[in-house]
């Protein structure tokens, strides 16, 4: 069936940049929509980056300017490259391809940490 495998992630001071890359393998043809999501200790999972199938890229406030996502459908790649990182960038990060995890189709997993620390 579907997987997708988070890396990337790790411990980085304020200021700093990481990549996340997701890729998928399995049943998925062909990616539509791509999403990022994460989620801090004690809150709830939430949506951090999202792009369409027409490229269009969307961005939650907190992390608009800085983080952008990318995809590469030949790869069935999502990349998250996160920029100026602060420290309530702090989480565990998830992706999402064609809202498979969202609907409930594929467990979210404990996805790649990302820790923002001086």
């Known amino acids: 069936q579907v997987q997708f495998v988070e890396s990337g992630g790790g411990l980085v001071q304020p200021g700093g940049s990481l990549r996340l890359s997701c890729v998928a393998s399995?049943?998925?043809?062909?990616?539509?929509?791509c999403y990022w999501y994460r989620q801090a200790p004690g809150k709830q999972r939430g949506l951090v980056a999202w792009?369409?199938?027409?490229?269009?890229?969307n961005y939650a406030d907190s992390v608009k300017g800085r983080f952008t996502i990318s995809r590469d459908n030949a790869k069935k790649t999502v990349y998250l490259q996160m920029n100026s990182l602060k420290p309530e960038d702090t989480a565990n990060y998830y992706c999402?391809?064609?809202?498979?995890?969202?609907?409930?189709?594929?467990?979210w997993g404990q996805g790649t940490q990302v820790t923002v620390s001086s």
């Open positions: 999402d391809l064609n809202e498979v995890r969202h609907l409930g189709l594929m467990n």
């Open positions: 792009i369409g199938s027409d490229g269009y890229a």
């Open positions: 399995g049943s998925i043809v062909s990616i539509r929509a």
